[in-house]
């Protein structure tokens, strides 16, 4: 695989990747089609396998987590040429699902080239990982720059404050405050 084919598959597997349960996750129907195989397919392995998959690999989607997944991969796939449509259900026989669709985390799909055991399937999950550890390295970058700015907030914060000392300082030496003298001399 070249370095431009490998790009465009990262992008859309980027792209692919959603936050459900405070869990990065990748939807069988795109993994399916990443790997070229029917998402009935991958789920009829999981099923013979199901003790590699446990609830921190792989979950089903309640309905209304799916309402909102569509509702959220329909907007992206009207932004985007390069993702497919398979993964927006249409309402026609044969092509709608039957069943709550399951999710991957990392570990998931890890397992999954495992049970999938073809060469497409692991050349497919090396740029998922490649993806999810760019993924870490920028939420750690995002992290130590946020640190940063809040380093540099408290800062702003001291300075004005020494700012405004030096202002008053310089006023009270611009324009002394006048108090009543004695007058000198006899009375």
Do not use: C
């Not at 050349?123 to 490649?130: A, D, G, K, T």
């Amino acid at each position: 695989m070249n370095n431009n084919s490998e790009l465009i598959i990262q992008t859309r597997i980027s792209k692919s990747i959603y936050l459900i349960r405070n869990q990065k996750v990748l939807l069988d129907s795109e993994l399916a089609e990443l790997y070229g195989v029917e998402t009935k397919r991958i789920n009829e392995q999981v099923k013979r396998n199901i003790e590699r998959f446990p609830e921190d690999f792989m979950f089903q989607l309640t309905s209304d987590e799916w309402e909102t997944l569509k509702v959220q991969i329909s907007s992206t796939n009207e932004n985007d040429s390069l993702r497919s449509q398979s993964a927006t259900l249409k309402n026609v026989r044969g092509k709608s699902r039957k069943y709550l669709p399951y999710v991957f985390t990392e570990q998931g799909v890890a397992m999954l080239s495992s049970v999938l055991n073809s060469p497409t399937a692991v050349q497919v999950n090396i740029s998922i990982m490649r993806v999810f550890v760019k993924i870490r390295q920028w939420a750690t970058n995002y992290d130590d720059l946020m640190r940063k700015i809040d380093e540099l907030s408290q800062n702003q914060i001291e300075h004005n404050e020494h700012i405004g000392n030096i202002y008053q300082i310089i006023e009270e030496l611009v324009k002394p405050a006048i108090t009543q003298r004695k007058p000198i001399g006899f009375k």
